[in-house]
């Protein structure tokens, strides 16, 4: 199939007859209009990326020191340390339960916004399936955090706001508003590393030298920025979720 990355090529070369029969077996919808090729550019990605964090994961703990730390692992301390004093800021005591997933999704996303720099790969983060998918996940622990923290009638509360004879009124509004939290967090981060992408690859073409440093920096800093932002909306929306009323 044309339009294939190298590493697509590699995974449906590998997987795509199991592939293929398990999305056989799922409703009509879920079928590959390519199924000599079931597994599109951005899944892929999304696969390699993950490859990626667990590598990282794994090369971080085979090398953990307290007396000689290396490199990595002073990176990786220095995000964690960071992820865990804003959400300490923004969730108050006893956030430090969140801050293993705030930082997998902050990674995540991160990697996927950047490998899109690397020649041959694209940004996962660059399809909407993937940024939709990614705010589902936040969407669907930060309620199950509410519920959790505060039960299904507590947690309900919030959405009736503080007057009781406006609850009929603000109830459904506040669902509304949760819900478009998903479009606005997906959209968001696909459309910035999309345009990025378009916009790069643009200048790429037409000047190959010199001035498309430029925007590979611009990139950069938009790819990091994109996923301090959507940490921090997850962190501020998980704070609302498990805050108790006074």
Not at 133 to 140: D, N
């Amino acid at each position: 199939m044309e339009g294939q990355l190298w590493f697509t090529e590699l995974l449906n070369r590998a997987f795509a007859k199991p592939v293929n029969a398990i999305l056989q077996a799922l409703p009509p919808v879920f079928h590959p209009d390519h199924p000599e090729a079931p597994i599109p550019n951005h899944v892929a990605m999304e696969i390699l990326v993950i490859a990626i964090l667990i590598f990282i994961f794994v090369l971080i703990r085979s090398r953990l020191s307290v007396t000689k730390p290396g490199g990595l692992q002073h990176l990786a301390e220095m995000v964690n340390d960071f992820i865990t004093k804003q959400s300490e800021e923004i969730i108050g005591p006893h956030s430090e339960k969140f801050t293993p997933f705030l930082t997998a999704l902050f990674l995540f996303v991160l990697i996927g916004n950047v490998i899109g720099l690397v020649p041959g790969f694209d940004s996962p983060t660059g399809a909407i399936q993937i940024t939709l998918g990614c705010a589902l996940v936040a969407f669907v622990y930060y309620n199950f955090y509410g519920i959790r923290t505060q039960g299904v009638l507590g947690y309900l509360k919030h959405f009736a706001g503080p007057v009781w004879y406006l609850a009929w009124l603000l109830f459904p509004l506040e669902i509304l508003s949760h819900l478009a939290r998903v479009m606005s967090l997906s959209v968001r981060l696909y459309a910035n590393m999309f345009a990025g992408d378009a916009v790069t690859n643009a200048f790429f073409g037409l000047v190959p030298v010199g001035i498309p440093v430029i925007f590979i920096l611009l990139h950069l800093f938009v790819a990091i920025l994109q996923a301090y932002i959507f940490t921090l909306l997850t962190t501020i929306y998980l704070q609302g979720a498990v805050a108790h009323e006074h």
